[in-house]
């Protein structure tokens, strides 16, 4: 079984900070790549940011220089990640959703958290 809880989302004002958190536990298995993406309204889910076991990153152009993505994995249970999203836009607003894959045997599966609202806006 595995578990995704995320938290931190809210409202924040343009140009602001909000920090995303998210952890992940598997009772089998391992936990492989993390990350978040973030679906707005009418439009498709997309990424934002992930972050491998060994610390590799990966993020979308309009993030870059503004977010970024770190992760804690010393606990094989309980592997959490942040997303520390500064100098934020309005269309940066959108629901986030953490991923968390889980390997097992060489196979990947791909498991997400309830999402959280991040509003930016005067």
């Known amino acids: 079984q595995v578990q995704v809880v995320e938290s931190g989302g809210g409202l924040v004002q343009p140009g602001g900070s909000l920090r995303l958190s998210c952890q992940a536990s598997?009772?089998?298995?391992?936990?492989?790549?993390m990350g978040w993406y973030r679906q707005a309204p009418g439009k498709e889910r997309e990424l934002v940011a992930t972050i491998t076991r060994e610390g590799s990153t990966n993020y979308r152009d309009s993030v870059k220089g503004r977010f970024t993505i770190s992760r804690d994995s010393r606990d094989n249970a309980k592997n959490t990640v942040y997303l520390q999203m500064n100098s934020l836009k309005s269309n940066d607003t959108a629901v986030y959703y953490c991923l968390a894959n889980v390997v097992l045997h060489s196979l990947v599966r791909s498991n997400w958290g309830q999402g959280t609202q991040v509003t930016v806006s005067s």
């Open positions: 598997a009772s089998i298995g391992s936990v492989g790549v």
